[in-house]
């Protein structure tokens, strides 16, 4: 039996909720505003989710169940999927909602698989319709979409698509309900990690390592950036949004950037969620490379460059020029901001 | 006379590695919403096979090769015709074996591929099983993680890089955002290719061996199996940001006839986006604005910071 709630799982990082949970917050509000049920936050984090208790009331959360965080010496996450799972035996909700982080994409099917839910991925829009949830997925490589259903009856697990949805907005009119927060990791022993995956070593490398194809945002330069010492502006730039560093073919020649760092036909193919193009026109052969990019922020002198055929938001600017008052004003306000008690 | 019979001799054992692939639409031909279903009736039409797929077939492949104990490719593929080209392919590379599994409820989703797959292998031993991160065609990866959780098998995600390490065991590379681990894998276990090198050639001695293999669909029958999910029709594709419906409706329609037809004019940019001149220093706060409206800024805290009076 359905419990009637809307689970969205939230994971938190050093005490901060990372944004995919977020954009899942903000897909349950909608939800539970058109099906009248309860939002519940599942907390994943090593900290208590007290210090968050009143930003997750005024988004509409009514309750926290604080399941813990991944074990040291866990990577298959076993020991929290049992956790949640023995809640979902408990009283399943109407739907569960995750944001795409790479956790989520590890347990969600998985724990779909082990309590017979059905699982939704990648899902770009909720609505629902007739009292039933329908939702819309990209298919054929974005060239089309399919609107999905569960089957009648069937609780489901929802995964969505990154970016999909906006940050969720705090209600402004009226005080928040007091949250109910219980910490469900005492009543749900975890089993013991696998002893057939063992980590051996974890490394926290420095953003301007991170492999282009995994980064999140990407800053890529060409020949817009004028010089070596201009192209080492977006090193710098990169550290501040945890980026990493690209290139355009001239740039690599002109010897400023290693050619792994090259973007294009013959280099990197990259996706990132945001894309910042530095000084580059915009060749065909470059826009091979970055033109699945979710957002794309382009800056160069050439108001007529291809590059703003593409792009979300364009500034008409030399970039070596811009990238440093960036980091010139970041800088100020981390020194306001220090300075402030 | 009867032959006495004969000691039982010890089989070696030999390491059976799975390689999942899974066919993707072929993006060289253009598809209508009512030929999805059926695309592979197209004439002409040839699908290819996931490139997350097959980078998790050359993993197999390099992981075979470098093997101290003998073992064997397995690539397996499960659904309707278009897998067979994906299975020849995988042969033609180099894969020993090529496995069809038949589902036959229709169009097939993730669980039911994963019942499929554990009913298959129930009785059937193997070593490692190694799926595509993801498919390109919906971006979904829910194969591998269902297939494990029914398998009883433990789960690896993210993986970049596999080696042996002698014992017959792995060390698997994992990079998740900005942390790389390095874990090592006890055998039997499922784990998915994140990145890798990309599939060799094929060789004319497996093009002839592949052409030459009768691929016949195994039927399996795993219980009682309802999909997970149902189709309720196709759609034109839409906007992947909800905001940016709201974007497109801001452009003239003048604005997006001249763009369809690619002219110049206030039609240089696409649809939804701005394009302003301004010097650096309000071109660097405007970035700074929409780096912050759109949470990019300050990694790690996307939420916005606490207001007046809550609690840091």
Redesign the interface.
């Known amino acids: 039996m359905s419990s009637g709630a809307c689970w969205v799982l939230v994971e938190s990082?050093?005490g901060?909720?990372?944004?995919e949970s977020?954009e899942a917050l903000s897909a349950a509000r909608v939800l539970t505003q058109q099906t009248g049920s309860e939002m519940v936050a599942l907390w994943v984090g090593a900290e208590s989710p007290e210090?968050?208790s009143?930003?997750l009331a005024s988004l509409g959360v009514r309750r926290v169940r604080w399941v813990g965080k991944v074990a040291d010496g866990d990577?298959?996450c076993?020991g929290l999927l049992a956790r949640i799972e023995a809640l979902y035996r408990c009283g399943p909700p109407l739907f569960f909602l995750f944001g795409p982080t790479?956790l989520s994409?590890?347990l969600a099917?998985?724990l779909?698989?082990?309590v017979g839910?059905?699982?939704?991925?990648?899902i770009?829009?909720l609505r629902s319709i007739g009292g039933r949830l329908?939702m819309?997925?990209?298919?054929?490589?974005?060239?089309?979409?399919?609107?999905?259903?569960?089957?009648s009856g069937?609780p489901?697990l929802i995964c969505l698509?990154p970016?999909?949805?906006?940050?969720p907005k705090?209600f402004s009119d009226a005080e928040p309900l007091p949250l109910a927060i219980e910490d469900t990791a005492p009543f749900l022993p975890a089993p013991p990690p696998?002893?057939?995956?063992?980590?051996?070593?974890?490394?926290?490398?420095?953003?301007s390592r991170?492999?282009i194809?995994?980064a999140?945002?990407v800053i890529a330069g060409g020949r817009g950036m004028r010089s070596r010492e201009g192209f080492a502006l977006l090193e710098q730039l990169a550290e501040?949004?945890?980026g990493a560093v690209g290139a355009s073919r001239i740039a690599v020649d002109l010897g400023w950037a290693p050619k792994e760092k090259l973007i294009g036909q013959t280099g990197a193919k990259v996706a990132p969620?945001?894309y910042i193009a530095c000084g580059i026109s915009g060749a065909h052969q470059h826009l091979q490379g970055m033109k699945h990019s979710?957002?794309v922020?382009a800056?160069n002198t050439d108001?007529?460059a291809p590059i703003?055929?593409?792009?979300?938001?364009?500034?008409?600017?030399?970039a070596s020029?811009?990238v440093?008052?960036?980091l010139?004003?970041?800088r100020e306000t981390e020194n306001h901001h220090a300075a402030t008690p | 006379m009867p032959q006495p019979p004969s000691e039982p001799q010890a089989t070696p054992t030999i390491l059976r590695i799975v390689a999942f692939l899974r066919p993707?639409?072929n993006?060289a031909f253009?598809?209508e919403?009512a030929q999805?279903s059926k695309f592979e009736e197209l004439p002409g039409y040839r699908p290819m096979p996931d490139p997350l797929s097959e980078i998790a077939l050359e993993g197999a492949l390099g992981l075979r090769d470098s093997s101290p104990e003998p073992a064997t490719v397995i690539a397996c593929s499960a659904g309707g015709t278009p897998c067979q080209a994906a299975l020849r392919e995988a042969l033609a590379c180099g894969a020993d074996e090529a496995l069809w599994i038949h589902c036959s409820t229709g169009e097939p989703d993730?669980?039911i591929v994963?019942a499929h797959l554990s009913a298959f292998f129930r009785h059937s031993r193997i070593g490692l099983a190694l799926f595509g991160a993801r498919d390109?065609?919906?971006?979904?990866?829910?194969v591998g993680?269902?297939f494990?959780?029914?398998a009883g098998l433990?789960?690896?995600?993210?993986v970049t890089g596999l080696k042996w390490t002698g014992g017959g065991r792995l060390?698997a590379t994992?990079?998740?955002?900005?942390?790389?681990?390095?874990?090592?894998?006890?055998l039997p276990?499922c784990v998915s290719i994140h990145?890798g090198p990309p599939l060799r050639y094929p060789t004319l001695e497996g093009k002839i061996r592949s052409e030459r293999t009768p691929l016949q669909p195994c039927a399996v029958d795993p219980g009682p199996v309802?999909?997970?999910?149902?189709?309720?029709?196709?759609?034109?594709?839409?906007p992947?940001?909800?905001?940016a419906a709201a974007d497109y409706a801001k452009v003239s329609s003048l604005d997006r006839i001249r763009q369809a037809y690619g002219m110049?004019g206030s039609g240089?940019?696409?649809a939804?986006?701005?394009?302003?001149?301004?010097?650096?220093?309000e071109?660097?706060?405007?970035?700074?604005q929409?780096?912050k409206e759109?949470?990019?800024?300050d990694?790690?805290?996307?939420?916005?910071r606490?207001?007046p009076g809550?609690?840091?």
């Open positions: 990082q050093t901060r909720i990372c944004r977020l210090a968050r009143a930003y990577p298959a076993e790479p994409l590890s099917p998985r779909a698989a082990h839910a059905g699982y939704a991925c990648r770009t829009n329908v819309t997925r990209p298919l054929v490589q974005g060239t089309l979409s399919e609107l999905l259903r569960f089957p069937r489901g698509s970016r999909s949805f906006d940050l705090p696998s002893s057939l995956l063992e980590i051996l070593e974890s490394v926290r490398e420095p953003a991170v492999a194809e995994d999140e945002i501040l949004l945890g969620d945001l979710r957002a922020l800056i108001p007529m703003f055929r593409i792009a979300t938001w364009g500034i008409v600017a030399d020029e811009v440093r008052e960036i010139h004003r970041s | 993707v639409h993006p253009s598809i919403p999805v993730a669980w994963a390109l065609d919906t971006g979904a990866g829910a993680p269902m494990s959780a029914l433990p789960f690896l995600d993210g060390e994992r990079s998740r955002g900005s942390i790389r681990e390095r874990i090592r894998l006890t276990a990145r309802a999909p997970s999910l149902e189709r309720e029709r196709f759609s034109p594709p839409k992947a940001r909800a905001s110049s240089q940019k696409a939804g986006s701005q394009v302003l001149r301004l010097p650096p220093d071109a660097s706060r405007k970035i700074l929409i780096l759109e949470g990019f800024l990694p790690g805290r996307a939420e916005p606490p207001r809550e609690k840091e």
